[in-house]
């Protein structure tokens, strides 16, 4: 008897598409029937989807936005022939399909929490936003019904240790009124905190992360601030090491490393070089402190001429490097890529010069939405 996929054993089977990408996962879905309620069974998801985590602990995705649809890309570093990096970006990818199309929403923001993602849209007519929380893993999002309309707004995104319930943070003001709003994506409810939050917040959490459940942000360069969701409150001030006086121009982005770490991304104006930390500890709201990753001499700097005007970058800390994604402006964007050696490369994203919006590391998550 001639043994085909068809009718090899279950637990071969399972074995072998355990195997597959995620992003391929839909594929397996589509093909047959059996494969269909195998994919959807918990103890293979799980098994799938463990396999997948360590395969994305080393993996980077990006948001990839077009004109008709968006989706979500992962990004390798490759070494060239030259010995120098580059990265590879993946063309066949995670889509996320507009509702009915609707060429009037954007996609403005993106947070990962814990396998989540949470998608902010604005709309092209009066640039109010709607959301919805996503898994790529499952090919399912929730929108969120939209609270109360306010002139000024901002979200984050974690989730509560307690009950591993993933929550939204939204900032809001109306006139001189500051409010902050959860939204319990178990219970698909709005609330109102009776808390307040420091006015200089609202105008930085769009550079906010999250990390280990809560979300980090800086206010003004100086200082971190982490909300806890699981306390549904701020923490206190925490230092950044940086200057304690510098101008207020200079650059300063955060990123994350494989969800464990913080990662600074500190380049003073003035002299043209780059600084990069990482966190050596971080205890929820309360502790953080940090260690120098490498620096990016001036001298180097001058010798591609750029200066930063936005901040999604990642790390490799095994290989040493850095990479910033320049997505400033509508065309020429470009990626560069520092080494602690002190190699740089500049590298022109070309057909992937709409990729926007960068989501960091994204680990998938069997949990239902």
Request: aromatic share 14%.
């Amino acid at each position: 008897m001639t043994m085909t996929i068809t009718n090899l054993p279950r637990d071969l089977v399972e074995e072998i598409l355990s195997r597959v990408p995620v992003k391929s996962i839909g594929a397996v879905r589509s093909t047959c029937k059996n494969w269909n309620v195998l994919s959807k069974d918990e103890r293979f998801a799980n098994k799938h989807i463990d396999k997948a985590a360590a395969a994305a602990r080393e993996t980077v995705y990006i948001m990839i936005t077009g004109a008709s649809r968006d989706y979500l890309s992962n990004v390798n570093l490759c070494e060239t022939h030259n010995k120098n990096f580059g990265l590879s970006i993946n063309g066949k990818a995670i889509s996320i399909a507009r509702e009915h199309s609707d060429q009037t929403l954007y996609l403005s923001r993106v947070f990962v929490s814990s396998g989540l993602l949470l998608c902010v849209w604005r709309t092209t007519i009066n640039n109010r936003s709607r959301l919805f929380v996503w898994n790529p893993y499952w090919g399912k999002r929730s929108w969120i019904e939209r609270p109360p309309y306010c002139w000024y707004e901002r979200f984050a995104f974690g989730y509560d240790k307690a009950c591993g319930s993933h929550k939204i943070l939204r900032l809001r003001t109306n006139n001189s009124n500051k409010h902050m709003d959860i939204y319990d994506v178990s219970s698909y409810s709005w609330r109102t905190l009776d808390a307040t939050f420091d006015r200089h917040l609202i105008k930085y959490i769009e550079i906010g992360l999250s990390l280990k459940g809560n979300t980090y942000f800086e206010s003004e360069g100086r200082f971190l601030h982490c909300f806890d969701f699981t306390r549904e409150r701020f923490g206190p001030s925490l230092p950044l090491p940086l200057p304690p006086s510098y101008p207020s121009r200079d650059s300063v982005f955060l990123s994350s490393v494989k969800e464990e770490k913080l990662a600074l991304l500190f380049s003073p104006r003035s002299t043209f070089r780059v600084d990069i930390w990482v966190t050596n500890k971080i205890e929820d709201p309360y502790v953080v402190s940090w260690s120098k990753f490498f620096k990016v001499g001036t001298e180097t700097m001058q010798r591609i001429d750029h200066r930063f005007r936005s901040g999604h970058f990642f790390i490799d800390e095994e290989k040493k490097l850095t990479v910033v994604f320049d997505m400033y402006g509508q065309i020429n964007k470009s990626y560069i890529i520092f080494a602690e050696s002190g190699h740089v490369r500049k590298v022109d994203l070309g057909q992937y010069s709409g990729a926007s919006v960068l989501v960091g590391c994204y680990i998938p998550t069997s949990v239902q939405i």
